[in-house]
């Protein structure tokens, strides 16, 4: 099992940045894939970017040049900067590690203001 918790979401206006966080514990040697997704009201949950246990990313089209994903393996930590933000970024953001299965975190909100 792992356990997954994010921190960092809030409210900011359009063109700021933020940083989540996401710990990961449990048997976190077992994870390949750790990535974030987001999902806005009445939408499907989408994937924004992930990165493999050698530090391949990949990202959602949409995020391209202005989020980047890194994870430090030390602290069991994956980050997602995320800058130039705008409106339609807004969404609850989740946390995910593959091993084979999918864990979850429970979600942080970001809020970008027009």
């Known amino acids: 099992q792992v356990q997954l918790v994010e921190s960092g979401g809030g409210l900011v206006q359009a063109g700021g940045s933020l940083r989540l966080s996401c710990l990961a514990s449990?048997?976190?040697?077992?994870?390949?894939?750790m990535g974030w997704y987001r999902q806005a009201p009445g939408k499907q949950r989408e994937l924004v970017a992930n990165?493999?246990?050698?530090?391949?990313?990949n990202y959602a089209d949409s995020v391209k040049g202005r989020f980047t994903i890194s994870r430090d393996n030390a602290k069991n930590t994956v980050y997602l900067q995320m800058n130039s933000l705008k409106p339609e970024d807004t969404a609850v953001y989740y946390c995910a590690a593959e091993d084979g299965r999918k864990y979850w975190g429970q979600g942080t909100q970001v809020t970008v203001s027009s």
């Open positions: 990165i493999t246990r050698g530090g391949s990313t």
């Open positions: 449990g048997n976190i040697f077992s994870i390949n894939v």
